[in-house]
């Protein structure tokens, strides 16, 4: 079953047959038009799961904070080498 809406840019009618598609092409001036959230027929099945998506991102940020300390880490240690006095060598004396 379709649903019609209109086109924001002529006033055109639009023809939406269902499914996923969230655009559709004025007939009249060619524009791109977004079907309106209420015509869609989305699969949900489809969709991601932000609660999928989550644990991801987590991941993601932790490694990237986690090799950002282990660099702070490595210059620190550098640093402090540099300013540790030398030991002498037994030949030095």
Avoid: W
């Amino acid at each position: 079953m379709s649903k019609t809406f209109y086109c924001p840019n002529c006033g055109g009618p639009l023809e939406y047959d269902g499914g996923e598609k969230l655009t559709v092409q004025c007939p009249s001036c060619s524009k791109t038009v977004s079907v309106p959230e209420e015509f869609r027929q989305v699969n949900f099945a489809l969709r991601p799961d932000p609660f999928q998506i989550t644990p991801l991102v987590f991941t993601t940020r932790h490694a990237i904070e986690e090799k950002l300390r282990e660099k702070r880490q490595e210059a620190r240690s550098k640093q402090h080498e540099h300013h540790l006095p030398r030991k002498p060598h037994q030949g030095d004396e």
